[in-house]
């Protein structure tokens, strides 16, 4: 099956400016998850969800970071205004049920804040 | 606060020798936990998991095993070689927490070498 798609693969962008990240999961996955890993780092779950509804966001930091699922399939995840500590990898994962499934990470956005 | 955590942060294998990966948490609430192998540029892929009415579980070349009596993790890799190199980090759920809201610990680079 193909995999947890996601672009761009890196981004460079200047303190104050916006940026959007997009996430495709594996088809029929029902679970997004959007995490953050800070070099050196474990990742963070930003936010989760059901199909196109919030089931967790309490680590987003709301002021400046939005995320998305309209349709419960794709993502999109953005950062405005990006400060200089959101320097990361920003993974997207899925996972097919709401009960104890692995989650299917994809290859990241890194992104670079300058 | 309660985090999970990992011993060593560097560990060098040689290539055919049994690598051992441990990892300590300190919340006896969690009851699920994974381990992730993630290479470099690439997105955390799943090993194998264990809950937490399990001692041990056995997968290809890799166990794991849970001592929850001190709350350690640890994976064992069987015969090491050159594409085991990378980070593996473990991870835990929380029964009261939403599913998919891994906590990661910081990871350890395994090394391995001819």
């Known amino acids: 099956e193909a995999g947890v798609a996601q672009s761009p693969r890196y981004k460079i962008i200047e303190k104050r400016q916006s940026v959007a990240f997009w996430c495709n999961p594996i088809?029929?996955?029902?679970?997004l998850y959007w995490y953050q890993q800070i070099l050196g780092q474990g990742p963070k779950l930003l936010i989760q969800?059901?199909?196109?509804?919030?089931?967790?966001d309490s680590q987003l930091p709301k002021d400046r970071f939005s995320a998305e699922r309209l349709k419960g399939v794709d993502s999109t995840l953005k950062i405005q205004p990006a400060k200089l500590e959101d320097s990361a990898v920003y993974l997207c994962?899925?996972?097919?049920?709401?009960?104890?499934?692995?989650?299917?990470f994809g290859n990241g956005t890194r992104l670079t804040v300058t | 606060g309660e985090s999970v955590g990992l011993h060593l942060p560097t560990l060098s294998v040689q290539e055919g020798d049994n690598s051992i990966i441990n990892c300590a948490y300190s919340?006896?609430?969690?009851?699920?936990f994974i381990w992730y192998k993630q290479e470099s540029g690439k997105g955390p892929q799943f090993i194998i998991d264990?809950?937490?009415?399990?001692d041990k579980r056995q997968g290809q070349r890799v166990t794991v095993l849970l001592n929850k009596t001190v709350k350690h993790l640890s994976l064992q890799i069987a015969a090491t070689q050159p594409g085991d190199s990378a980070v593996y980090f473990c991870?835990?759920?929380?029964?009261?927490?939403?599913?998919?809201?891994?906590?990661f610990g910081a990871g350890t680079q395994v090394v391995v070498t001819p």
């Open positions: 994962a899925s996972s097919p049920l709401t009960g104890r499934s692995p989650l299917h």
């Open positions: 088809s029929g996955h029902a679970t």
């Open positions: 969800f059901q199909n196109n509804g919030v089931v967790d």
């Open positions: 919340n006896s609430a969690s009851d699920y």
């Open positions: 264990i809950r937490s009415n399990m």
């Open positions: 991870a835990e759920c929380r029964s009261t927490d939403s599913w998919g809201k891994l906590q």
